[in-house]
């Protein structure tokens, strides 16, 4: 949220040049194919000058090799892709976005290399031009070598699956076949729809969802599993579409011009929300999500809008004034219906301020939000912005740029009056907690209001994590190494901002989750930690059916698992495989 990117490459000697914004501070970020992510951060520099950053290294990542060969003869598979979206704080649908992808291709025998990977568990998505697209999950063995072969990968022809568009017979549209169950662009299958029907081939055999778009606009969304024994496959997907018929009020009054912005919700840890681009007085703000099912209408002067058509359901629907800082999203729920009114309803108050440095010099591209997560800005170029949203009273805010931020500020906001303009200086340097894990370890730092994010260990195993005021009470860490999941306990912060943190590897087990007849999503949970949400960070989300269990490396302890309805309570041990089986 709130981040503007520029790519460049490195020449054959591995050097690089970028030309900065003077006026800006800048977090360089570079990606190898063969290693994993190195940060580094540039300070504000002044126009003209050169900065000579040196030498910059990186730990060398897992190289997982094998050969893909087709299921009914086994003979090689040439030329086809393997990829996965590298593991990040934005999670991995900011990472698919932005194209940071680890990837490959097969060689005329099948055989590939895939290199910089974390030894952690990860999915593999692979595509063949005639064979059915597959995700082939990967749990690095504990104590794994620098290499991992995983043999033989067989690839399916899959199933040729017909759309049938029921209620719209537009040729305009097209019928979309998610494979991956979790709502990922990435996962999508595609075809145009031609008198109602689209023809999709090569679909692999598993739980699909079936959606049809014109435009942002979802048409019907269809639930279905496509046998394995089966060359072609039928699905009905039906329409059932709602006007619906909205305004905007702002303080009781009709909202001057701007965009409402529907989304359909995504999960919390794949990454949606306000995006800004630009650079300079040029800056541009916009909703960003790469799922499927967009729709905006503008609102007009009268603060009314309408959107002809859209799906019922939860929706997520962002306020984007013409001028001004987009609101956080709001959850609505649209039923199945003719015409549906829809009120949007923000109060009239705002916060105007600046952002100034410890010189009283203007910070631009600040982060100012309120600390309950209802109203965020970004500071314009001479350190001006404005925050809306939240109801009238005591409003708590902060700004954050790079590694400062300002004191939290507490403003009384009335509905009678326009407070008075606030000035917050960033100038309190971020805490820093110092942890030690094995080296090249993915880390997951929790807090206590629960938020999660993710960072690297160097090539000695160090990480430091930076954290701005309101500092939180206490914090654990998780770490993905060597194959294997480590699980910290809660320590009370100023402990951990003296004595650090520390995970070493202990004794663990090996968990095999597998279903008799049910497909879907699963949660692990031990420890306190949940340990499918971690694997949704790596770009894992885990999922099992009768033909693809999940297997996971796991500290030695005991872990609740879910499928459904159904739960089952297994106890891990040292060096040995246990099992939940689900019916």
Known sequence: RGSSFWNHEAGPDGTFEVELDPGLDHTLELRSPTTLLVQREVSTG???????????????????????????????VPGARIWLPRPSEAGPLMAWAFRDLLQTESGPDGTFELRGLAAAPFTMRIEAPSLAPARHRVTPDAGAAARVDLGEIALAAGATVTVVIEGDSGDDAIAHIDIGGSGMPMDLLSAAVTNGRAVVPA?????????????????????????ADVAEFQVVCRARMVRVDGSVTVGGRPAALGTVVFLPPL?????????????????????????SGQHSAEVRHDGRFTIPRILPGTWEVFWMPERGSALAPRRVDIPAAEVHPLALRYPGVSLRGSVVDAQRRPVAGADVREMRGQAFARSAPDGSFVLAGPPAGAWQVQARHRDRASRVLTVEVSEDRQPDPVELVVETAADEVRARVPAGALLFVETDPGALRIASADANGGAELRFQPPLPQRIRIAAAAGGVFLLGDWTPFET??????????????????????RSGSVTVAGSGWRIDRLLQWLGAFPSITPEAPLTLQLPAGTYEVTLGNQTRVVTVDRDRTREATFD
Do not use: M, N, W
């Open 203 to 227: 679909v692999p055999a598993g739980a699909v969802t079936v959606s049809a778009t014109r435009g942002k606009e979802t048409l019907c969304r269809q639930q279905a599993t496509v046998p």
């Open 267 to 291: 999960d919390a840890d794949v990454g949606t929300g306000i995006f800004e681009s630009g650079s300079g007085a040029y800056r541009q703000q916009q909703v960003f999500s790469p799922g």
């Open 46 to 76: 002044a126009p003209g000058e050169s900065r000579e950053l040196g030498d910059v290294t990186a730990p060398a990542g897992l190289i997982v090799a094998g050969r893909l060969v087709r299921a009914g003869d086994r003979t090689a």
């Open 496 to 517: 951990a901002l003296s004595d650090g943190l520390a995970l070493r590897p202990g004794a663990s087990g090996t968990l095999h989750i597998r279903s008799k007849e």
